[in-house]
């Protein structure tokens, strides 16, 4: 039988394009409306809090929309929603919600990564006194009553007091500010995006962002910057989720990066003003 190559090459291309379509994930294929979001991992005990309905249980590929709140349980559970193209995973003891699609996102307890494509336009994320632009960045938010934490892993964000005109601080890619909502924005200090990357639950053993070459470029740009010592590593480390900074020996720095860390007696220290070794959550 004769089979004319010219036609079976774009035949068989559109095969591979259609399969392929077939195989994404109904997050990556189905529309959403630009006030929804789409539940696209769920981790243990998620629950879904509305005002007109009975708390339940989230389900995988659920539509999340403005009037419902997501709340994780405690440790290990997790949860992942998508915006369009933005990806938000939610930390264990966290509580979210939007309003306008991403243009108001909203962390009322916890911690949360948000990443935020460049096409995610007046993408913002609000915890109690204070909010960020995060439009074209990967970041990760950690709020709790009198504190909060905020990281820039790739891009530039702005954190900001909204009704405070000119209390607004620049984060670029590998900086982090740690402070008092209630109280005006702190000079931003330096973290390791790499030992970030590595021990981090947002991260860690989970499917690739998009953003994921772009962190690895600013996690390149740090070690080169190590070696010229134009930064200087110190043996100041936040474990997990908080905010307390914590000065230890080299040997166990070098433990935060590979495994949990190991029991010691670290001394507190008040306030990070130098550049912290890690930061993980």
């Not at 991992?41 to 249980?57: E, G, K, T």
């Not at 960020?132 to 504190?147: D, F, L, R, S």
């Not at 934490?149 to 000119?166: C, D, I, N, Q, W």
Request: aromatic share 4%.
């Amino acid at each position: 039988m004769h089979v004319n190559r010219q036609l079976l090459l774009p035949f068989l291309a559109l095969v591979i394009m259609t399969w392929s379509l077939a195989s994404w994930p109904p997050s990556v294929r189905g529309s959403l409306s630009p006030d929804e979001a789409r539940v696209t991992r769920v981790n243990n005990y998620v629950q879904l809090l509305h005002s007109m309905r009975a708390p339940r249980q989230a389900s995988l590929n659920e539509i999340i929309d403005e009037e419902t709140i997501v709340r994780t349980g405690k440790t290990p559970s997790r949860a992942e929603l998508i915006f369009d193209e933005t990806v938000v995973r939610l930390a264990a003891n966290t509580a979210f919600s939007h309003k306008n699609g991403t243009h108001d996102l909203n962390l009322g307890e916890g911690a949360a990564l948000v990443q935020a494509p460049k096409s995610a336009n007046g993408a913002t994320i609000h915890a109690a006194s204070v909010a960020a632009a995060v439009t074209g960045t990967t970041v990760m938010i950690e709020y709790h009553p009198g504190v909060c934490k905020f990281l820039v892993l790739e891009g530039t964000a702005r954190l900001y007091r909204p009704g405070h005109l000119g209390d607004s601080v620049l984060v670029q890619a590998g900086q982090m500010v740690i402070g008092n909502p209630n109280a005006a924005v702190s000079d931003p200090v330096d973290f390791d995006i790499a030992r970030f990357v590595k021990t981090s639950r947002f991260i860690a053993g989970l499917p690739p962002l998009r953003s994921e070459s772009s962190m690895a470029f600013e996690a390149q740009q740090q070690q080169r910057e190590k070696s010229k010592k134009t930064l200087i590593e110190t043996n100041l480390v936040i474990f997990g989720g908080g905010t307390r900074v914590l000065l230890v020996g080299q040997a166990q720095t070098n433990a935060a990066g590979r495994t949990t860390a190991t029991p010691a007696t670290p001394h507190p220290i008040p306030s990070p003003t130098q550049a912290a070794s890690g930061a993980s959550h």
